[in-house]
């Protein structure tokens, strides 16, 4: 017989204790989220979901997966875990809502070294308010604990969404046609993107995340680099089963130049006028002595939606948005062109007078 100890999964660092412990901690936050077609409890293999009850006829399903990147090292470097969750939501229900779908329900991933409860608790009900915002249910997810994988302390995350929008009414941008107008909608902030050259600003011009932000007064750096990515999903949706929205581009890394072609029909050019940049893009222009074009291919430069409407509805949807809580003015046109992206920025505000473009016909 051998002599060796009996081993069993805690002595290699795997606590299932632990884990079940955590699905006791968040099944109240996943059922707060319930909504028609789910009733958003947690324990079973999958997550069931019944789209005629959530009242669609015949929907085609919608699917979106992201992470947050490395926003994630500013959570665990100040110690703040609650907001990037909702960033996690945010970034998977924005890529659906720009396709005119209803993001129904979520399911994330959290990932670490060891579990730590509180932290992992922290990250999770920043999901379940992320999917209350969106109007969307948490049904599922999956804690993993891998020794050895994570450094102490570290942890990542991905989410997953999917949506529905009735047969025939999604956005596919097939009706974009030049004279169209771009209507430009405020981000909350540096969204999730462009976090690893933030942070190596931050390394490079020796700030200290817990002191008060230059560009933000009575907030410190960290709470000003960790607000969460802003969510669309209810401010835009009524509008689009209006019927008054042809396309929508989510402006994450690209920028306007990726990322608003890619909802244009072959043909068609976009034309932006950059609005100035907020406090928060022109301090880290300045920081990082950062060129305007690498600025607008890293960052959302304050516009986390552009949406491309009728000229003659242009000014009922920035209304609308407006109502909605938005922060939306027109930033553009669509004129007859290479399919791609013009952009100009205001002189002065993005450090000198800048102009970049792209194009992507194929």
């Known amino acids: 017989m051998s002599n060796h100890k009996p081993l ?20 109240p936050l996943a059922r707060a989220t319930a909504r028609p077609g789910a009733d958003a409890e947690l324990g079973g293999f999958g997550g069931f979901f019944d789209p005629r009850a959530a009242g669609y006829k015949d929907p085609l399903l919608v699917a979106a997966n992201d992470g947050v990147g490395t926003k994630v090292k500013l959570a665990i470097e ?15 229900v924005n890529d659906l809502i ?13 990932a670490s070294g060891k579990l730590d409860l509180e932290t992992a608790a922290a990250v999770v009900a920043g999901i379940a308010e992320g999917c209350r915002i969106a109007g969307c249910a948490l049904i599922g ?19 997953f969404s999917v949506g529905a929008v009735e047969r025939g009414e999604q956005l596919t941008g097939d009706g974009v046609a030049p004279g169209d107008v771009l209507v430009g909608v ?3 902030g540096a ?19 817990m002191t008060e932000a230059s560009f933000a007064p009575g907030t410190t750096l960290g709470e000003a680099l960790l607000v969460p990515t802003r969510i ?7 509008i689009v089963r209006a ?34 940049l907020p406090a928060l893009f022109d301090w880290l222009r300045s920081e990082g002595a950062i060129a305007p074009g690498e600025m607008a291919r890293t960052f959302n430069c304050g516009t986390g939606m552009v949406v491309v409407v009728a000229a003659g509805d242009a000014d009922a949807v920035v209304a609308a948005l407006g109502a909605a809580g938005e922060v939306a003015a027109v930033i553009g046109r669509i004129e007859a062109g290479v399919k791609g992206c013009d952009v100009s920025g205001a002189a002065g505000l993005w450090g000198s007078e800048a102009a970049w473009t792209a194009s992507h016909d194929g």
């Open 78 to 92: 100040t110690g703040r875990h609650d907001t990037v969750g909702i960033d996690l939501v945010a970034m998977c």
């Open 191 to 209: 969204h999730s993107n462009g976090f690893s050259l933030i942070r190596r600003i931050v390394d490079l011009r020796g700030h200290d995340l």
């Open 186 to 188: 405020a981000s909350s």
């Open 8 to 27: 069993t999964y805690a002595d290699s660092g795997v606590s299932i204790a632990a884990g079940n412990a955590l699905v006791r901690m968040i099944a």
């Open 232 to 238: 669309y999903v209810k401010s835009l949706l009524p």
């Open 98 to 110: 720009v396709q005119g779908a209803e993001p129904l329900f979520f399911l994330d991933y959290f």
């Open 141 to 159: 997810g999956e804690t993993a604990e891998m020794p050895g994988m994570y450094a102490p302390g570290d942890y990542d995350l991905a989410g």
């Open 243 to 276: 019927g008054k929205i042809k396309a929508m581009a989510h402006i994450t890394g690209g920028g306007f130049l990726e990322n608003i072609p890619r909802v244009l029909p072959k043909g068609a050019r976009a034309i932006v006028e950059a609005p100035a």
